[in-house]
């Protein structure tokens, strides 16, 4: 098996790319080792010590180091691990356990108003077909959060949450994109 790599705009990041299906809907975040223990993927990347994050996506693993941490050591351990899970076609998570779920991300967001369901709906068009492809290109997703009152509220995930471009992009890139597309977007922020 060949897991190719690439760099990606965050330097402190490396996407993995197993060349299978990593998942097959959806991302997942890991910023830290108690989210980790959700997957023994995550987990195990986390245990080498010197990662702060992990993030899947559809068809890549993204990595980020501790500060300080030289790619050059951390990389051969990332590659093993990788290597050791995907040949042995392990579980990407754990077996749903009693007690145990994930809380929902959406409580701390503002709510769509009902009013506004066709602008959500064209800017969730956008960032679905035209940001997420590029976000995810360089390692990371990203997340609708919310609309309310002419602000587009979204998370950035994986490479692009750390990433010292990440405030030009938001405000240069995806901002322009949804303002010239739908007029009542007048600012986006990062939730």
Known sequence: MLIETE?????????????????????????????????????????LGDV?????????????AAPGTE???????????????FSANMPLFHAPVAGFSVPSSDADYPLDDPADEDIVTQIKELIET?????????????????????????QMQGACSGCPSSSATLKNGIEQLLKHYVPEVTEVRAA
């Open 52 to 64: 702060t994050g992990v993030f899947f996506g559809r068809e890549f693993i993204s990595v980020t």
């Open 7 to 47: 760099l990606t705009p965050n330097p402190a990041t490396i996407k993995f790319l197993p060349g299978r299906i990593v998942m097959e809907s959806g991302t997942r975040d890991f910023a830290d080792p108690e989210e980790a223990a959700a997957s023994p993927l995550a987990e195990a990347l986390f245990n």
């Open 130 to 154: 035209r940001v997420r492809p590029a976000v995810a290109n360089d390692g990371g997703d990203i997340v609708y959060r919310g609309f309310q009152k002419g602000v587009v509220y979204l």
């Open 71 to 85: 790619w050059a050591t951390l990389k051969p351990d990332v590659l093993g691990i990788l290597l050791d899970h």
